[in-house]
Protein backbone atom coordinates (compact mmCIF):
# COMPACT_ATOMS: atom_id res chain seq x y z
CA UNK A 1 0.00 0.00 0.00
CA UNK A 2 1.45 3.37 -1.05
CA UNK A 3 -0.33 6.47 0.67
CA UNK A 4 -1.66 8.99 -2.15
CA UNK A 5 -2.82 12.56 -1.41
CA UNK A 6 -5.18 13.97 -3.38
CA UNK A 7 -5.29 18.13 -3.29
CA UNK A 8 -7.20 20.61 -5.24
CA UNK A 9 -10.60 20.58 -4.93
CA UNK A 10 -13.27 23.13 -3.59
CA UNK A 11 -15.95 25.18 -4.66
CA UNK A 12 -16.28 26.45 -8.03
CA UNK A 13 -19.23 28.37 -10.45
CA UNK A 14 -20.18 26.41 -13.13
CA UNK A 15 -18.09 26.69 -15.88
CA UNK A 16 -14.94 27.25 -13.82
CA UNK A 17 -11.88 25.07 -13.67
CA UNK A 18 -10.03 23.24 -11.07
CA UNK A 19 -6.99 21.27 -10.97
CA UNK A 20 -6.34 18.34 -8.91
CA UNK A 21 -2.93 16.77 -8.03
CA UNK A 22 -2.74 12.98 -6.19
CA UNK A 23 0.70 12.95 -4.59
CA UNK A 24 2.37 9.24 -3.61
CA UNK A 25 4.85 8.55 -1.08
CA UNK A 26 6.63 6.27 -0.12
CA UNK A 27 7.67 4.61 -3.59
CA UNK A 28 7.65 5.44 -7.09
CA UNK A 29 4.66 4.47 -9.05
CA UNK A 30 5.85 5.46 -12.30
CA UNK A 31 5.33 1.62 -13.58
CA UNK A 32 2.02 1.66 -12.74
CA UNK A 33 -1.42 2.78 -14.36
CA UNK A 34 -2.72 5.86 -12.60
CA UNK A 35 -6.65 7.18 -12.44
CA UNK A 36 -9.02 9.16 -11.01
CA UNK A 37 -12.48 8.31 -10.11
CA UNK A 38 -15.48 10.18 -8.15
CA UNK A 39 -18.25 9.67 -5.79
CA UNK A 40 -21.45 11.44 -5.50
CA UNK A 41 -23.68 11.11 -2.53
CA UNK A 42 -25.82 8.50 -2.81
CA UNK A 43 -23.80 7.48 -5.44
CA UNK A 44 -21.61 4.61 -6.60
CA UNK A 45 -17.81 5.04 -7.21
CA UNK A 46 -17.30 5.40 -10.66
CA UNK A 47 -14.24 6.00 -13.04
CA UNK A 48 -13.27 9.22 -14.75
CA UNK A 49 -9.87 9.04 -16.44
CA UNK A 50 -6.93 6.92 -16.34
CA UNK A 51 -3.43 7.01 -17.60
CA UNK A 52 -0.29 4.86 -18.53
CA UNK A 53 2.71 4.77 -16.85
CA UNK A 54 4.69 6.38 -19.56
CA UNK A 55 1.45 8.88 -20.00
CA UNK A 56 1.19 8.51 -23.48
CA UNK A 57 -2.14 6.95 -23.26
CA UNK A 58 -5.49 7.99 -21.70
CA UNK A 59 -8.94 7.61 -21.17
CA UNK A 60 -12.06 9.25 -20.27
CA UNK A 61 -15.06 8.28 -19.33
CA UNK A 62 -18.26 9.70 -21.41
CA UNK A 63 -18.79 12.61 -19.37
CA UNK A 64 -15.69 14.35 -19.59
CA UNK A 65 -14.29 13.61 -22.49
CA UNK A 66 -13.26 16.92 -24.08
CA UNK A 67 -13.58 18.87 -20.28
CA UNK A 68 -10.78 17.09 -18.10
CA UNK A 69 -7.46 15.93 -18.95
CA UNK A 70 -5.49 13.42 -16.98
CA UNK A 71 -1.69 13.69 -17.06
CA UNK A 72 1.44 12.87 -14.15
CA UNK A 73 4.68 13.61 -14.05
CA UNK A 74 6.38 10.34 -12.76
CA UNK A 75 9.57 12.60 -11.10
CA UNK A 76 7.33 14.29 -8.68
CA UNK A 77 5.30 10.71 -8.46
CA UNK A 78 1.98 12.73 -8.91
CA UNK A 79 -0.44 12.50 -11.32
CA UNK A 80 -3.16 15.49 -12.32
CA UNK A 81 -6.38 16.12 -13.15
CA UNK A 82 -7.54 19.30 -14.95
CA UNK A 83 -10.99 20.07 -14.99
CA UNK A 84 -12.29 22.47 -17.26
CA UNK A 85 -16.07 23.48 -17.82
CA UNK A 86 -17.25 22.20 -14.72
CA UNK A 87 -20.83 21.26 -14.59
CA UNK A 88 -22.70 20.75 -11.13
CA UNK A 89 -23.03 16.92 -11.90
CA UNK A 90 -19.38 17.14 -11.40
CA UNK A 91 -20.04 17.25 -7.74
CA UNK A 92 -18.67 14.53 -5.89
CA UNK A 93 -15.88 13.41 -4.08
CA UNK A 94 -12.57 12.60 -6.28
CA UNK A 95 -9.93 9.92 -5.66
CA UNK A 96 -7.18 8.81 -6.87
CA UNK A 97 -6.66 4.97 -7.77
CA UNK A 98 -3.26 3.02 -8.39
CA UNK A 99 -4.12 -0.13 -10.81
CA UNK A 100 -2.47 -3.20 -9.38
CA UNK A 101 -4.44 -6.32 -9.37
CA UNK A 102 -7.23 -3.98 -10.24
CA UNK A 103 -7.95 -0.85 -8.80
CA UNK A 104 -6.82 0.43 -5.17
CA UNK A 105 -7.66 3.60 -3.21
CA UNK A 106 -5.21 4.87 -0.91
CA UNK A 107 -6.17 7.95 -0.40
CA UNK A 108 -8.94 10.19 1.15
CA UNK A 109 -10.07 11.98 -1.79
CA UNK A 110 -11.07 15.30 -2.35
CA UNK A 111 -14.01 17.19 -2.50
CA UNK A 112 -15.32 19.07 -5.50
CA UNK A 113 -18.48 21.07 -5.45
CA UNK A 114 -19.80 22.90 -8.50
CA UNK A 115 -22.48 25.30 -8.06
CA UNK A 116 -25.01 26.16 -10.63
Known amino acids: QVPLVESGGGLVQAGGSLRLSCAAS????????MGWFRQAPGEEREFVSN????????NYADSVQGRFTISRDNFKNTIYLQMNNLRPEDTAVYYC?????????WGQGTQVTVSS
Open 26 to 33: GRTLSGNI
Open 97 to 105: AVYQHGWNF
Open 51 to 58: ISPGGDRT
